[in-house]
């Protein structure tokens, strides 16, 4: 199962910022949060991932809680292109190359 | 530098016929995992290959088999075909010091 919880849906204005959350209350200390996303059923798209620092790259920004138990994925300004599923996913380190998905988040970045 | 790529694209296949799906990672990519992903849910891990040997084996049924050759290219075969296996097949690789995998475009197999 997931160890992740992310509402289904949500809405964004284009240019404005979207702010994902997820919440993984059982997270234990070798496990990362990677953050995904799917376009209209292609394969999924790498966007970032993190330990316990904040993270920045050209796609997006992930900032974890101290405690690490949620993160918040920032999109700073939305496109229409950015309406896709994003899934947050726990992953321990030691534990391979398995991915848990849960259900995601569907975006809908709107003009 | 070419992302992951599978083939085919799309598959039609009847009941109980078996099929073989085909993935090639990225350059240098030593690992390759596959997924399923049934229409309305998220992926679901199948198998995940390394250096040609089996390193993880998601809750799947004897019919799901996978291999992996020298050249780190990867096959998935199915067999027995049945109507719920219908789904988009996903591969994706990973390099030997980072381990973010990338996922190719997939393949759709509809089953009739």
């Known amino acids: 199962d997931a160890k992740t919880t992310q509402p289904p849906s949500m809405d964004c204005a284009e240019g404005r910022a979207a702010n994902l959350p997820c919440n993984h209350s059982t997270i234990s200390g070798n496990e990362y949060v990677y953050w995904y996303r799917q376009i209209h059923s292609q394969g999924p798209q790498y966007i970032i991932h993190?330990?316990?620092n904040n993270e920045t790259n050209e796609m997006a920004s992930l900032i974890i809680t101290e405690d690490r138990k949620s993160s918040t994925l920032i999109l700073p300004h939305a496109t229409l292109r950015d309406t896709a599923v994003y899934y947050c996913?726990?992953?321990?380190?030691?534990?391979?190359?398995?991915?848990?998905f849960g259900g995601g988040t569907r975006l809908m970045v709107k003009p | 530098d070419a992302g992951v790529t599978q083939s085919p694209t799309h598959l039609i296949k009847t009941r109980g016929q078996q099929v073989t799906l085909r993935c090639s990672p990225i350059s240098g990519h030593k690992s390759v995992s596959w997924y399923q992903q049934v229409l309305g849910q998220g992926p679901q891990f199948i198998f995940q290959?390394?250096?040609?040997?089996?390193?993880g084996r998601g809750n799947f049924p004897d019919r799901f088999s996978a291999r992996q050759f020298p050249n780190y290219s990867s096959e998935l075969n199915v067999n027995a075909l049945l109507l719920g296996d219908s789904a988009l097949y996903l591969c994706a690789s990973s390099s030997p010091r980072a381990d973010t995998q990338y996922f190719g475009p997939g393949t759709r197999l509809t089953v009739l």
């Open positions: 996913i726990v992953r321990d380190g030691n534990a391979g190359n398995m991915l848990t």
């Open positions: 290959y390394y250096e040609k040997e089996e390193r």
């Open positions: 993190g330990l316990k």
